[in-house]
Structure formats: structure tokens, C-alpha cells
């Protein structure tokens, strides 16, 4: 648990107060704007409270922990009071809160499996690099994990021991995690799951009556932890009930988003992926590792498998696993299937892929054991192979955090290298660059003419030839990070004309050539973990980019999901105009037929 608050607090100030991650910095304006009305407490159940946030995408408990958290250190040290003081204080929360997964994910391992499968699994949790990554962002992701897996160790307690008590505990986690997200609602499965096999236990019945007599006593025990459940959800959110109107808005536009209803420039990266196994894959290569997620997906489908065996009866019913099983199931099948996939999703069951592979490589071990002593050190040495990749991949990512973010050190090339005056193009739906600020050699936003380009917006001529002329008169087209590209460049048949833009600017020729860039990846044992940015969207490789890429020892492990990196260490690209296309020769190039203009 030390190693694990150690990794998680590096660098938390990674962004120098900037708060580049969209989601942080948008529950952190809202909390700031909080005011609890002391000198109106009747005003509190009103809609105009001031203490309603009035933004119900994510949960009220987190923006609240923020608020109360924040205010009660600035007592102390009052630039916690402000944003950038608010982020770190938040930060700070979010690397508890994922300590106490590592904590609760050990407490799981040793219940069901003994104190070295629990040990195993915490270190393994400890150092996994997606958790390292969201623990520097003040989202809801690691204290949504903490909830979930505090809610399943206590529904492994009410299996254990059925009781009126139990459930209650069962309902307030469960309460609290709904009320930090909404995803938390199908931890009704194992909770229903968890009393039905308690009651079963305890049938004073066999076969069907018993049963029968179970499942109606567990749908009594089920209503009673989710009228706590609601309960707790209502006090640690109450607006969701006195502004229902604009909570239910809220949650139904996020619900579609998620779901592909809605179409949002944001989400378009995920048009083609495959439901399952895009979210697996992006897990097992880059939130876990190749390693340790082999052996997380292995020991989870092996523990699966053990599962259906006991159904049918070869084997008596391992109750507990079967607990968690549901959830990881029911979570994969509700999650796993929706169109936006961002890799912090699948957040809530990393820690029990840990789990499994520490049951899966001690169960090999054990087994190998028949076979003789070294066989069993074999495997022992492979869980202590898994282990000492899995933890030089999470301290390699502290790479990121240990150098100035992309984005400020473009800003500083920027200030120093292009003259003031010049104009400049920029991409809507991104971070612009120069970044706006005053401190020393950061400040000169305000000397350049920034245009904003409207790329997501649909294509026609109009919009072909408008950026023709706004190409034509610029100095400079500056690229934050692939956020625009990534999405709209493999979408041809929707963006041909901001597609073949693309495939021209970075094959430099619209009489542009990439005068800089910046970039920092996660280091392993003196190798760059290099995510490609440029392959999967088809997109040429400018000849600064490829001679400076050539010269990194580099491991390319393909396609990184964009928030896995475009938030930390995004890659910006300068482009510098270097003369000799009109507006009307741009044009023809962005509306030539593919293969002329190709």
C-alpha cells in the first residue's frame, strides 16, 4: 500500500495547475462554484440552492468530497481554495481511494483464496499502469472502484452470515458508489446473487422447496439493501430528486452518448471498434500490460469455467467467487458493449483481472507442484516474472509525470520561435496552442491571430473551400494532439475532404512542413512504450516526425485508446507554411477525386 500512494503521488502536479484533463476540470469548476447555505437552510431543498450542482453526469459525492475536502485544507493552505489548489487536493483523494482498491482487492484474494493469492493480486493492483495513469486525475473512476469493491467484500460478508444488518451495510456502498456513477446500478446482481446463495445455505429445506423458499427470502433481502441502496444515493445526492428535471436530462444524454444514440464529436473515435474486444484488448496491451494481462484474462476465464462446472453440479458451488464472477460478468456485458469505450470504463473490474491472475499463476503453481519441486519453482518464478514486468511498466509510466507536459513545452518552442504577428490555425474540440497564460515564457498567446478550424463539422464544398482560403492565408497550422485526427482521418466516406486534409498536411504537401513537435511516452528499462497515433488513422508520417522517431529506441505497441494518453502526453505538431499553394490549388487538391488527390 505504501509502493502504491509512492507511484500514485508522483508527479501529481503534472500538469503545472493547468488542468488539462476536460472531465477534472470541469467537477472542479463545479465544485468550486458550491456554497452550502448556512444562512438559509430553508433554501437548501430548493432548486436555487446554492449547494446544487446543477450537473449530473457524473455522481454528486465526488464533486462534493472535493468541495468539503478542499475547503477544510485551504483552512491550512489557502490555495486549495482555488482550482489548481482544489486539483491537487483532489488528486490527492483520488490516490487514496485506489490505495483502498489495492487494500480491498488483497482482503477479496485472502477471503477467497488465501493471504498469498490476496498478496499477489495487491501488488499486482499496486503497480497496474491504467490505475497509476487515472489516480493523477480528479474524476470519479478510483473512488467509483474503491465503492464497487468495498460493496462486493461486504456482499461476501452478507453471504457469509445473512442478516437484516449485512444488508444494510451491503446498500450504503452500493448507495455511495451509485452516487458516484450510475454504472454502479448493476452491483444489484451480485448483491441479489450474494443473499440468494447465503439463504440457500441456510434453506432448512432441500431441493426445490428450498429453493423456492431461498429466492423469495432473497428478493425480500434484495428490496431491503436497495431501499438502503436509494436511501443512501438520496442523501449523498439529493438534487437528483429536488432537480429531477435536469438530473434525468443529464443522465439520459450521457446513457446515449455512451450508447452511440447521440452522435458527439468525442465518441467518434469508436465508430468501427468491435464491442468486447476492443475494450479487452486495450486492457490487456496498455492498462495492465501484456504480462499481466495474459494472466488476468487466462485466470478469469479459468475461474469461469470452474464455475460453469460447479453449476452443473461436478463440484460444490464455490459461493463466494460466484459473487464476483456475476459482477465481472454483468459489468463486462453492460459496459464492454456500449459505443464509447474509453479505457477508464473497464476500470471497475482491473482489479479483479488482478485477482484472477494471481489465483490463475498460484493455482499453476500448486498444480505444476505434483509434477516436482522444480516445475513448482518454474511457476513461482513466472508470477514473479508477471510481477516485476507489471511494476516496471507502472513506475515506467511515472515517466509522463517526471517531464514538463507536451503541451507547455510546445508553448515555450512556440513563444520563442514563431514571430509575433504571425497567424496561426488551430482545431475546434481541442486544447489550442499557444496555451493562454501569464507566466514567464509561456505568455504569448495574445501576439499571434489564432483561428479556430471547425473540422468536425460536416463536409461540403463550403466548408472544403473555406478551409482552402484559411490555409492560403495562415503562417502556421498547429496540431494539440490527435484528438480531431485520430477520429476524423479513418472516416472517409463521412469527411472526404477533412480526411484527404489530413493524409495532405502531414504528407506536407499543402505547402506546409512540420517545424516541431513534442513528445513523451512511458519508459521501460530505457525504452519508449510508443503508441502510433498516425497508422491506425492512415495518415503519412512527416519527415521531421519520422527521423525523430527513428532515433528513439521505441517498443510500437500499436493503438492506444486517446484517453490514455491525449490528456498526459499528447503529441502537438507545428506546421510551419512554406509558400507556393493559392487558395484555389488547395482547394482542388481537398476536392480532387481520391486517387488524383492521393
Not at 484474494?109 to 499486482?124: K, P, Y
Request: some cysteine; aromatic content about 10%; overall charge positive.
Amino acid at each position: 500500500m505504501a509502493a502504491a500512494l509512492a507511484v500514485r503521488l508522483a508527479g501529481l502536479y503534472w500538469d503545472s495547475g493547468y488542468l488539462f484533463h476536460p472531465d477534472e476540470r470541469k467537477i472542479l469548476t463545479v465544485a468550486a462554484e458550491l456554497r452550502f447555505p448556512w444562512r438559509s437552510p430553508g433554501l437548501f431543498l430548493s432548486v436555487d440552492s446554492p449547494w446544487n450542482p446543477r450537473f449530473f453526469s457524473y455522481g454528486s459525492l465526488p464533486i462534493y468530497l472535493v468541495r468539503i475536502a478542499s475547503g477544510a485544507v485551504g483552512v491550512l493552505w489557502p490555495p486549495a481554495r482555488g482550482l489548481a489548489g482544489s486539483a491537487a487536493v483532489g488528486r490527492a483523494l483520488s490516490a487514496l481511494a485506489d490505495v483502498g482498491s489495492v487494500a480491498l482487492v488483497y482482503l477479496l484474494g485472502r477471503r477467497l483464496h488465501g493471504r498469498g493469492v490476496g498478496l499477489l493480486a495487491a501488488a499486482f493492483l499496486a503497480f497496474a499502469p491504467l490505475h497509476i495513469q487515472v489516480s493523477h486525475y480528479y474524476a470519479v473512476d478510483t473512488l467509483l472502484t474503491c465503492l464497487v469493491l468495498l460493496t462486493l467484500y461486504l456482499a461476501l460478508d452478507l453471504l457469509d452470515h445473512p442478516s437484516a444488518a449485512r444488508g444494510h451495510l451491503v446498500g450504503l456502498a452500493w448507495g455511495a458508489a451509485v452516487a458516484t456513477k450510475l454504472t454502479a446500478l448493476p452491483l444489484a446482481a451480485p448483491v441479489g446473487v450474494a443473499w440468494y446463495l447465503g439463504l440457500r445455505r441456510l434453506s432448512p429445506q432441500d431441493g426445490r422447496v428450498g429453493a423456492r423458499w431461498a429466492l423469495r427470502e432473497a428478493a425480500g433481502g434484495l428490496a431491503l439493501t436497495t431501499t438502503m441502496a436509494a436511501a443512501a444515493f438520496v442523501l449523498l445526492e439529493p438534487y437528483a430528486l429536488i432537480n429531477v428535471a435536469r438530473f434525468l436530462r443529464d443522465v439520459v444524454f450521457e446513457a446515449r452518448m455512451a450508447g452511440g444514440a447521440v452522435d458527439v464529436p468525442y465518441t467518434r473515435q469508436y465508430i468501427g471498434t468491435l464491442p468486447f474486444l476492443y475494450p479487452l484488448a486495450q486492457m490487456v496491451v496498455w492498462s495492465l500490460g501484456l504480462p499481466l494481462g495474459i494472466a488476468g484474462c487466462a485466470g478469469a476465464v479459468a475461474a469461469l469455467g470452474g464455475s460453469v462446472a460447479d453449476l452443473t453440479g461436478r463440484r460444490p458451488l464455490r459461493r463466494g467467487e460466484a459473487v464476483v464472477l456475476v459482477w465481472l460478468v454483468t459489468y463486462l456485458a453492460t459496459t464492454a458493449t456500449l459505443h464509447a469505450k474509453f479505457a477508464r470504463y473497464m476500470l471497475p473490474v482491473v482489479p479483479l483481472v488482478c485477482l484472477a491472475a494471481a489465483w490463475g499463476l498460484v493455482a499453476l503453481r500448486r498444480w505444476l507442484g505434483r509434477f516436482g519441486r522444480r516445475a513448482a519453482v518454474a511457476a513461482g518464478w513466472l508470477a514473479g516474472g508477471v510481477f516485476a514486468a507489471t511494476a516496471f511498466l507502472g513506475v515506467g509510466y511515472l515517466h509522463v509525470y517526471s517531464q514538463p507536459h507536451t503541451w507547455l513545452r510546445a508553448t515555450r518552442w512556440i513563444c520563442a520561435n514563431v514571430p509575433a504577428g504571425s497567424r496561426i490555425l488551430v482545431e475546434h474540440w481541442d486544447d489550442p496552442l499557444p496555451i493562454v497564460s501569464t507566466r514567464e515564457g509561456l505568455s504569448c498567446h495574445s501576439s499571434y491571430e489564432v483561428t479556430s478550424l471547425p473540422l468536425y463539422d460536416e463536409d461540403t464544398p463550403r466548408k472544403a473551400a473555406a478551409l482552402a482560403e484559411q490555409l492560403a492565408g495562415a503562417d502556421y497550422v498547429i496540431v494539440s494532439s490527435s484528438r480531431l485526427y485520430g477520429a476524423i482521418a479513418p472516416l472517409t466516406a463521412r469527411y472526404p475532404y477533412t480526411a484527404r486534409y489530413y493524409r495532405l498536411l502531414f504528407g506536407e504537401q499543402l505547402g506546409y512542413r512540420l517545424a516541431h513537435y513534442e513528445a513523451t511516452y512511458a519508459r521501460f528499462l530505457g525504452i519508449d512504450l510508443v503508441h502510433d497515433t498516425l497508422g491506425p488513422a492512415g495518415l503519412p508520417v512527416p519527415r521531421l516526425l519520422r527521423a525523430g522517431e527513428s532515433l528513439r529506441r521505441a517498443l510500437w505497441l500499436g493503438r492506444a485508446d486517446e484517453s490514455l494518453f491525449v490528456y498526459d502526453h499528447p503529441m502537438p505538431l507545428v506546421f510551419r507554411q512554406t509558400g507556393g499553394l493559392s487558395a484555389a490549388e488547395i482547394e482542388a487538391l481537398l476536392t480532387a477525386p481520391s486517387s488524383a488527390a492521393d
